[in-house]
């Protein structure tokens, strides 16, 4: 795989229902059309994440379906939204086997043969910090979560539930919002659970190339203390990190195994260093959606071998679409921006014609939106420049700027006797000023850009 590569995330059913309804067919992840996987390759794409392809929680799904009919949920995304439209949380994963949904079980490694064959790596999902609160697990071997009691249920139902079997367990939860409540919470101390999720981790490695980890930070040992601390009776944290243990034992047998991080609150370094290949860059979305441009240029100001280690993007399954984020202009400097920079550029299923409904990961189905013209065009022009190889394999330099051009963003590739300019107003007033190249043959840009505009260069090298 190239370096800094090109992912594109897919929300598995939204997608085959989409292509189910283009082609006029009942289709699966295998029937797909060969033409539609050339595509992404023929774009320049060189890993697809399909979202949400595991068996999803029957309990999870009725859930869902309770906050439909008591409540209309969806209706604001899906306003002709059926029943059969509701398939549960993605993230409240019953087996990790394809979902009847999409599939046999067994069409997922002959779908990874595929899509290896047109040059594409797959990503799926592994998500260790819970599982669906049905899973079979909680009968079998309820050890493997946070326990809970009577008094805890009683002080704190949103976190806690009853099992058929009467054992307490904890709903999965990040500490700064409420619980998950159709999940249960997996014990990262347990040695019993760690053994089960390797297990668990070397079943999916066998049918893809990689796996995007659901909320990462959540298994470090002192993460997993301070949210979980006392209800563990005194249970000791390992002497190794859990992401130590899972990522040692996947790459024993699969070196070039692919694992990317969700990780959010400044533990992206230290994800890294227990053999994360990426990790979530959501500093940079956050400076970029809210921040200055001063802010955004300290940030990228990085050393480069942990900026080739991030996962750079405008939106994603989790964040609102960027054209609704940011607005139409600024979204397109900001697709720029992320698209151009070291690391792993990675782009979202709708991103590239202007798609504005943000779809909840409970649904197989959105809404049909007209793709804006001019943001495609945009995407084609940007696709056309970031293929380029110098953006791959080039050298990256962050280019000094002038205190007249406040607004700008800029940098440049080069390799061998060619170098690729990037230059960016991140503002919404014009921006002037010249910019020296860091070639030492005092070459100098002068520059006048509108609001948002974005140039993409191509210049001879001075060598």
């Not at 050393?303 to 994603?316: D, K, S, T």
């Not at 940011?326 to 920079?341: D, N, R, S």
Request: proline share 6%; hydrophobic share 40%.
């Amino acid at each position: 795989m190239r370096p800094n590569p090109h992912l594109l995330e897919l929300h598995a059913f939204v997608f085959l229902t989409r292509l189910s309804q283009k082609y006029g067919k009942l289709l699966s992840l295998l029937t797909i059309p060969e033409t539609e996987w050339k595509l992404f390759a023929a774009q320049g794409f060189d890993l697809i994440w399909l979202m949400g392809v595991w068996r999803r929680s029957p309990a999870a799904r009725a859930q869902a379906l309770r906050q439909f009919r008591e409540h209309g949920a969806y209706r604001n995304v899906l306003p002709d939204i059926q029943e059969q439209d509701i398939q549960g949380s993605a993230y409240a994963i019953y087996d990790y086997a394809l979902d009847p949904f999409l599939g046999k079980p067994e069409d997922l490694q002959a779908l990874h043969e595929r899509l290896n064959r047109l040059g594409l790596k797959l990503i799926l999902d592994f998500v260790p910090n819970h599982l669906a609160w049905d899973h079979p697990w909680t009968a079998a071997h309820p050890e493997y979560f946070v326990p809970g009691d009577k008094a805890a249920l009683a002080h704190r139902p949103g976190w806690f539930f009853k099992t058929a079997a009467g054992k307490i367990l904890a709903h999965g939860r990040d500490p700064h919002f409420p619980p998950w409540d159709d999940t249960v919470q997996m014990h990262f101390f347990s040695p019993e659970a760690r053994k089960a999720q390797i297990q668990a981790m070397q079943k999916i490695a066998a049918d893809c190339d990689g796996v995007r980890c659901d909320m990462a930070m959540l298994g470090l040992n002192a993460i997993f203390q301070k949210v979980w601390g006392g209800q563990l009776a005194g249970t000791r944290a390992p002497e190794k990190e859990f992401w130590d243990e899972l990522i040692s034992a996947v790459k024993a047998k699969r070196p070039d195994f692919i694992f990317m991080a969700e990780v959010y609150w400044d533990h992206e370094r230290e994800l890294q260093s227990l053999g994360f290949d990426y990790t979530y860059d959501k500093i940079f979305y956050d400076k970029i959606k809210h921040g200055s441009v001063q802010a955004i240029r300290d940030h990228l100001a990085a050393p480069l071998p942990y900026q080739n280690r991030c996962a750079r993007f405008i939106e994603n399954h989790d964040e609102q679409r960027s054209v609704t984020a940011f607005g139409k202009e600024k979204a397109m400097a900001a697709a720029a921006v992320m698209a151009t920079l070291p690391g792993l550029r990675f782009f979202h299923d709708g991103q590239m014609a202007g798609n504005k409904v943000h779809i909840p990961v409970q649904l197989s189905r959105g809404p049909a939106e007209t793709p804006d013209r001019d943001i495609e065009d945009f995407y084609r022009r940007l696709g056309e420049f970031i293929n380029d190889p110098i953006l791959h394999t080039g050298q990256w330099r962050l280019l000094e700027v002038p205190a007249v051009a406040a607004n700008l963003l800029a940098w440049e590739w080069e390799k061998g006797n060619k170098r690729c300019v990037v230059l960016t107003n991140f503002g919404n007033s014009v921006c002037e000023g010249e910019v020296h190249l860091s070639d030492g043959k005092e070459r100098v840009l002068k520059l006048s850009l509108a609001p948002w505009e974005v140039q993409l260069l191509r210049l001879p090298s001075s060598k």
